[in-house]
């Protein structure tokens, strides 16, 4: 298959958003001595992340705004330990996303895979993450210039696996169905979405995920093997 335009995800398929993210609240947990609060550090980012994943599924479903995810996810941990202090969550929040689009982790082989795609195929990020970070992060992890455009959830208000966000995607950047591709580690969002709208993927499975409704076009297991398969 003969692909012009490539469409990666961003957050854990380039920027490696679970390492950074995990560094910067352990930064900002120590920052405000939270400590006093709960167990450890491992006790506050799992109640984290339970909620933080909940809230993302309501968000998708329009049953949140952006505003109150970001507040609730914040809060969420606190409440759990019987913090009711509103004021410290959003301070903390506040830190937490002034730090995050400073780091430059990137998943493994990002950036030798992109200088070998980017002069054979027309480069694009297709993201549910927020305008505001995303960019901010491309150019600190000096990925940037890599990429033709960045379509973002937030231009049509729909995540993928939204059909409508693809479509969109395809005209944004005037890319034919048939000669693009999907790259990405969320299943639901990246692999199923493309797959939906008959766009061909290749999953990259950082999970280790075993079950597949169905096959996805290319399963990869590491970045590098797009240098094989392109």
Known sequence: MKYKNLFFDLDDTIWAFSRNARETFEEVYRQYSFDRYFDSFDHYYTLYQKRNTELWVEYAEGKVTKD???????????????????????????????????????????KEVLEYLAPKYNLYILSNGFRELQSRKMHSAGVAGYFRKVILSEDLGLLKPRPELFHFALSATQSELHESLMIGDSWEADITGAHGVGMHQAFYNVSERTVFPFLPTYHLHSLKELMDLL
């Open 68 to 110: 109150e995810l970001n507040r609730q996810r914040f809060f969420y941990p606190l409440q759990a330990v019987g913090v009711g202090d509103e004021a410290l969550a959003e301070r903390f929040s506040k830190d937490f996303f002034a730090i995050i689009p400073t780091k430059s982790g990137l998943m493994p082989y990002a």
